[in-house]
């Protein structure tokens, strides 16, 4: 029996020749990641393991990103133990406020992860590396804590279940639509404790932008990982960035899924996710009359390149609804340099927005965009559950970049064709 | 180890912006977190919960964000036992790494009223309701984790592992 991507990954990590989906095995890890609110914790776990050194310091990253600029006094204390450790233990890869990026944006951005690396990050959407066609899986701070101690983490593996998507996708339709018509379809616990991997044509034909986006959100499906192939077009991204030699593997034909499904992406229209769960979706023809107060374009989810550019193809020459705070985020500072440079920062200024240095802030209603009670926002973001971004009695819905920047033009909840 | 309480009944997929909101992340000081625990689901939560009550939920409980803090805000507010249908898989680890008691029983999930009396014994996964007279079955978790949680948590674990004595 052949193996899938996951499956091969893991088995190398494991010092295994093959492993079985609902094995419990233990992996060696390429690189552990932990943030300003995740990290503080695992530091205090790891000194209670009585080990004084890390197992390897340029296998660590430190990316103080959720509450930075520092929001408060608490905030700054949290970033400052991080910048402390990573002082203390020689950890090079510590990004500090001026030279970072929100952290699932930043480290493919810097080659830190590649194909057919083991990547575990106290962060849920550690999983948008499996854009690149690595293993990578979000942990808490305690297994942050013991992979920084011992190098490996223990897994089950994980039965996968293959996504299939081919045609051409229409316009102003991105990874963002795929993956929340898919989350949709399957329900946020969907995938739980499942491997998905996406492939087909479509995926072929995807920028890698997108397949960021896809890959990160496999998490909002409760899946342990999302995954696709490395192709000529992740090689190419990786070509000045990859830190170092990588390994690239595909499934075998004979691997086993516990499930196939197929996507016709041509008859996808841009979706969008309703309040109070990711899988609440409707096609943006189908979504009616809704008032907005805010719109969030950035994250981790939709922090690139592509996705400003999208939205500054709408927004160009056009302003913001004199009732709606237009919010863009890049997603690094590289980011936010590139899009200087292409003229687009110039668009969204003269269109009314306002823009800021990367952050997670607004996208989990921790600073720079909270909601008050009763405001509704759109947002690139990942998440639409109660009080995400601010208020208990606010509400959040998702859509990719374009119908972000329609929106914030149209005062509602509206499609790139409508402006 | 048997632990007992008054049952607090959530639904499917309380996510852990409800159980811990990202708004008080600004500190991991479990008995601060404790005082906003369930804030944005049950309001009435933080300040009515009893020492050893136990948590219901129905499926995917503890989707969403990787923060321990849901764990830990849930043990140090004092709730003795999460039982739920099924458990988002971060969740279910960093609880397990908490030493957050947690079983998963659809039976339960579904019979389990707000305000029922329960008996839990972890060790066998039994669950007895005495408020009703019934007897719900958890899923066993599985051996290597019992190992974890029988080591008082994976930190103590590594420590047997490096040599430290536990």
């Known amino acids: 029996m052949g193996m899938t991507i996951t499956e091969k990954i893991l088995a190398a990590h494991a010092g295994r020749d093959h492993v079985e989906p609902g094995e419990l095995i233990t992996v060696k890890v390429d690189m552990v990641l932990g943030n300003d609110i995740t990290a503080p914790v695992a530091i205090d776990q790891f000194r209670k393991t009585g080990a004084s050194k890390v197992f390897d310091p340029n296998k660590i990253a430190l990316v103080p990103d959720h509450f930075v600029p520092n929001k408060d006094i608490k905030s700054a204390l949290q970033c400052a133990r991080l910048r402390e450790f990573a002082k203390e233990q020689g950890i090079p890869h510590y990004f500090e406020v001026g030279r970072m990026g929100i952290e699932h944006c930043l480290l493919p951005e810097q080659g830190l992860v590649r194909p057919g690396d083991v990547i575990i990050g106290a962060d849920s959407h550690t999983c948008t590396y499996g854009a690149l066609g690595a293993f990578a899986t979000g942990v808490g701070s305690t297994d942050m804590a013991a992979a920084m101690t011992l190098g490996e983490i223990w897994l089950k593996v994980p039965e996968s279940m293959k996504f299939v998507y081919f045609g051409r996708p229409r316009r102003w339709v991105y990874g963002k639509d795929l993956i929340l018509y898919t989350i949709g379809h399957i329900g946020v616990d969907g995938a739980t404790y499942k491997a998905m991997e996406f492939c087909g044509d479509s995926i072929e034909n995807l920028s890698i932008d997108s397949r960021f986006t896809m890959a990160n959100m496999a998490v909002e499906a409760g899946a342990k990982n999302g995954i696709m192939a490395a192709d000529e077009v992740t090689l190419e991204y990786l070509r000045e960035r990859a830190k170092g030699p990588y390994q690239v593997f595909e499934s075998d034909p004979d691997a086993n899924y516990g499930a196939v499904y197929e996507y016709d992406v041509s008859e996808i229209e841009p979706q969008v996710a309703f309040p109070h769960l990711p899988s609440n979706v409707k096609p943006i023809s189908e979504v009616g009359e809704l008032p907005i107060d805010q719109v969030v374009i950035g994250s981790c989810t939709n922090g690139r390149m592509e996705d400003l550019r999208a939205a500054a193809e709408v927004l160009r020459g056009r302003r913001v609804h004199p009732e709606v705070r237009l919010l863009v985020f890049p997603g690094t500072q590289q980011v936010y340099l590139q899009a200087m440079r292409e003229g687009l920062l110039e668009i969204f200024v003269e269109a009314d927005a306002a823009i800021s240095t990367p952050t997670c802030g607004p996208c989990l209603g921790g600073h720079m965009g909270v909601l008050a009670e009763g405001e509704r926002a759109l947002a690139t973001t990942n998440r639409n559950f109660v009080g995400r971004m601010g208020h208990p009695k606010s509400e959040v819905y998702l859509s990719n970049a374009a119908v972000a920047a329609a929106s914030a033009v149209k005062g509602r909840i509206a499609s790139p064709e409508e402006v | ?166």
């Not at chain 2, 180890?1 to 008054?6: H, I, L, N, Q, T």
């Not at chain 2, 997929?13 to 601060?32: C, F, G, K, M, Q």
């Not at chain 2, 908490?98 to 999930?109: H, M, Q, R």
């Not at chain 2, 996964?125 to 719900?136: A, Q």
Request: net charge negative; aromatic share 8%.
């Open chain 2, 1 to 166: 180890m048997a632990v007992k309480g008054r049952v607090w009944r959530f639904g499917d997929n309380v996510d852990t912006d409800a159980i811990i909101p990202a708004r008080y992340l600004h500190t991991s000081d479990p008995s601060e977190l404790a005082r906003h625990c369930m804030e944005d689901a049950d309001q009435r939560f933080a300040s009515g919960v009893q020492h050893g009550d136990i948590i219901v939920g129905g499926r995917n409980f503890g989707c969403g964000s990787s923060r321990e803090h849901a764990p830990m805000a849930i043990k140090a507010a004092g709730v003795s036992c999460v039982i739920a249908a099924s458990f988002a898989r971060i969740f279910f680890r960093n609880a397990l790494n908490v030493g957050l008691p947690i079983l998963e029983s659809p039976e339960a999930a579904r019979r389990l009223e707000d305000g029922d009396m329960v008996e839990v014994f972890l060790d066998e996964g039994l669950i007895r309701n005495t408020s009703r007279g019934e007897e719900y079955r958890a899923i066993p978790l599985p051996e290597f984790m019992q190992r974890i949680v029988d080591c008082g948590g994976i930190i103590n674990y590594i420590r047997e592992k490096i040599g430290m004595t536990p």
